[in-house]
């Protein structure tokens, strides 16, 4: 039974509860809210991993969290295409964090209605909390209670020794429908809670899947039998074997990037790493090997999130290449400018695999007003999916989460995703949001699309999705790439045998068992229709290369995904955005100088491009160039169009290259000079 529960949270229990009114009132006119999705089930961390278990106790104490509807939202997208449509009279007159704030908060409206229905309850307002930020009211209440107010069932789930609760499904009353975006416990569980008779903890796997830039030898590239080209006169010695050993160089000559730049206070460039750490000798043996101008010893300047650590020595478990990889090409393209690393999540977090979601905490040490800590431990914008702080585990970090610490950079790149189907479409509509607020700062967002095509990783039950009689068939796109607030970013290659003056195609290399379907992901989300700055393209893409694989549109609660035997989601938002060389990079990592591959490589060459387009506005005494999307969709001139190559997977053909957008390589690879100029001839 629940008694494990009871003992977690007995914290909360010496709360007075004001005399609670019977269920069954009349007129409980209630609608269902929020159900879990079925299709949700099939992913890496979906609750398909959680076990599901028991009814929780009724007298089990709940920090229930209830998420206000925010104002505005549905001007959201009107706003940042304000700030960053190139045809807008106002682009790249970003908002203020307060300006943010307060277009966003709930209105006075929805709080006073949520909170007299509390009341109403039953429920002594001296226990109804509010976040500062407004977006949630909390109150800590029996299961019963809850069970009651919102027509639900709790039960337990178990993985791994962790506790969490959830429902299936639960209502509200019809006029707060509009009013509360969601509850939790809900169909995401809560906060993880130790079952403290199992002590089972053996899986170290990254809940964050870092994109895995996958690191392979010679032979599993088929390089051995590669020779490299004859010398051509007309190319610099050091870019001569581009497709063979890729490095720094290689981008500058292909892409245009000049050597020389100015650094720009403030300009410093930004990754987001979890999990995975860099080591400063590999960085170093980096430099000195490929990139001797830059001094060793240089390094990001730290910024730790909620008790992680960096650097690491080469040898530690840590060290697994995405770090080394992401500081090594941002610094040397970058250099003389310095960057920042944003390292987050303790150790505890980043080792165990048991939480559904992630961003979030990274998300609140930038931004104060996305974020909230409870009086019971409870910690962050989502209890239950995120990490819980204080981490008063041994070793964990036991102090209040991070909120508003740092400044976000101008522009951050990550190399890290998971399925967009592993948290309810709520937890990513409200995560995307954010994003979107960041780009009406002015912060620019590269992330990187995944590395198996139209499915999410090595072949596996999780591979792929599930849906309407469809078993491991229908296209898995990733998280947070299906958000269209941000840039996601595919991997392209030079062609056995060619050179940066020729053609690239998209990534698509068998690396050896497991990955022989290793390519840029692409595809169309489930959550996230098309948004207007890339209908046009995706529309073209539609008419002139019809894909003609069966396809379905995702309802809105993304419950027919599969229908009909459809493979896709023809209305989602189209992966990537945009590409960069993502294929036999060097970098050292333990000491080794391997070949390296994915598109975690793709977002830092982009970062890289946009902090020194960045600087160079700065020069002219213009901003920050902050959301790049419809620029880049207005000025496809801009980029090479790739045609060639396809991402295959969940056992059909993917999506092919093709001359205009398409869903591998997006609308291509940059041309920086041309880049350049776009942005400056803008204001
Ligand atoms: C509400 O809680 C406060 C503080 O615990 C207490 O003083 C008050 O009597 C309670 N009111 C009701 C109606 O129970
Ligand atoms: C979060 O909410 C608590 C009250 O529940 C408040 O004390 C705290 O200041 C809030 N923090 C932020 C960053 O909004
Ligand atoms: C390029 O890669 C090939 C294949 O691994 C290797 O034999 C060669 O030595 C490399 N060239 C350099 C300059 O590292
Ligand atoms: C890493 O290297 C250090 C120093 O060479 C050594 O003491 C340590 O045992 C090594 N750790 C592992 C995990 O190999
Ligand atoms: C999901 O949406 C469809 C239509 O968009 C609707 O018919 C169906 O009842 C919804 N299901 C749930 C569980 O909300």
């Known amino acids: 039974m629940g008694h494990s529960f009871r003992a977690v949270l007995a914290l909360a229990a010496g709360l007075a509860f004001a005399a609670l009114p019977a269920s069954g009132l009349p007129a409980r006119d209630y609608v269902l809210h929020e159900a879990r999705s079925p299709t949700a089930t099939g992913q890496f961390n979906g609750p398909r991993h959680w076990k599901r278990g028991n009814r929780v106790d009724p007298d089990a104490i709940v920090p229930l969290r209830i998420g206000l509807t925010q104002n505005n939202l549905h001007l959201g997208y009107e706003k940042l295409m304000d700030v960053a449509h190139p045809s807008s009279d106002r682009f790249g007159k970003h908002l203020s964090e307060e300006d943010v704030h307060d277009l966003f908060a709930p209105s006075d409206e929805t709080i006073t209605e949520v909170h007299s229905w509390l009341v109403s309850m039953g429920i002594n307002e001296t226990d109804i909390r509010q976040y500062s930020n407004k977006g949630w009211l909390a109150v800590d209440l029996p299961v019963s209670k809850v069970e009651d107010m919102f027509l639900t069932q709790y039960h337990e789930h178990e993985r791994e020794g962790v506790l969490r609760i959830g429902c299936d499904e639960y209502h509200v009353p019809r006029h707060l429908s509009g009013h509360i975006d969601y509850i939790v416990p809900g169909v995401k569980l809560s906060a993880p809670m130790v079952k403290r008779s199992i002590t089972k903890r053996n899986a170290v796997t ?221 937890y990513l509509l409200r995560q995307c949001n954010e994003f979107l607020k960041l780009g009406l700062q002015g912060i620019t967002i590269l992330v990187s699309s995944g590395d198996y095509g139209v499915g999410l990783g090595p072949a596996s039950e999780f591979t792929c999705l599930n849906g309407a009689g469809q078993f491991q068939t229908i296209y898995n796109p990733g998280n947070p790439v299906a958000c269209p607030y941000l840039t996601a970013v595919g991997a392209t290659q030079l062609e056995r045998g060619t050179t940066v003056l020729d053609a690239e195609g998209a990534m698509q290399t068998p690396l050896g068992p497991g990955s022989e379907l290793f390519a840029s992901s692409g595809g169309f989300a489930n959550y996230f229709p098309v948004p207007d700055y890339q209908k046009s393209a995706v529309q073209k893409y539609f008419d002139q290369h019809d894909p003609k694989h069966p396809f379905y549109i995702a309802n809105d609660n993304v419950t027919n995904i599969g229908e009909n035997g459809g493979i896709y989601n023809r209305a989602g938002r189209g992966i990537p955005d945009i590409s960069a060389n993502g294929a036999n990079f060097r970098s050292f990592t333990n000491g080794i100088d391997a070949h390296w591959f994915g598109t975690s490589l793709s977002a830092p060459l982009w970062a890289s491009v946009i902090t020194l387009i960045n600087q160079q506005r700065a020069v002219v005494r213009k901003g920050p160039v902050g959301f790049i999307n419809p620029v880049l969709y207005a000025n496809t001139d801009a980029l090479t169009d790739i045609t060639k190559g396809s991402n295959p997977n969940c056992g059909s053909s993917g999506f092919t290259a093709v001359k205009g957008w398409d869903p591998v390589t997006g609308l291509g690879t940059p041309k920086y000079p041309d880049l350049l100029k776009v942005w400056l001839e803008l204001p």
Not at 287 to 314: C, E, M, Q, W
Request: glycine residues 8%; negative net charge.
């Open 206 to 426: 990254n809940h964050r899947q870092n994109w895995a830039p996958k690191k392979v030898t010679p032979e599993q590239a088929g390089l051995l039998e590669w020779r490299p080209p004859t010398f051509n006169p007309l190319i610099p010695f050091d870019v001569q074997d581009c497709a063979r050993n890729f490095t720094a160089a290689c981008y500058r000559a292909l892409y245009d990037i000049p050597l020389i730049n100015i650094p720009v206070p403030g300009h410093e460039p930004a990754v987001y790493e979890s999990g995975d750490t860099y080591s400063q000798d590999d960085i170093d043996a980096y430099f000195n090997k490929y990139a001797p101008y830059i001094a060793k010893g240089t390094h990001p300047k730290l910024f730790s999130i909620d008790g992680a650590d960096a650097p690491v020595p080469s040898n530690s478990t840590e060290n697994t290449g995405e770090s080394d990889i992401d500081i090594t090409i941002i610094q040397t393209l970058v250099w003389p400018q310095s960057m920042v690393l944003y390292q987050v999540d303790d150790r505890l977090y980043t080792t165990a695999n048991n939480l559904g979601g992630f961003l979030n905490t990274f998300l609140d040490a930038l931004d104060g007003s996305y974020c909230n800590s409870t009086a019971f431990g409870i910690t962050g914008d989502s209890p239950g999916v995120d990490p819980t702080y204080p981490d008063t585990r041994p070793g964990g970090y036991n102090k209040p989460e991070m909120c508003g610490t740092y400044k976000p950079a101008n522009v951050i790149s990550f190399s890290y995703g998971e399925s967009e189907l592993d948290t309810p479409k709520n």
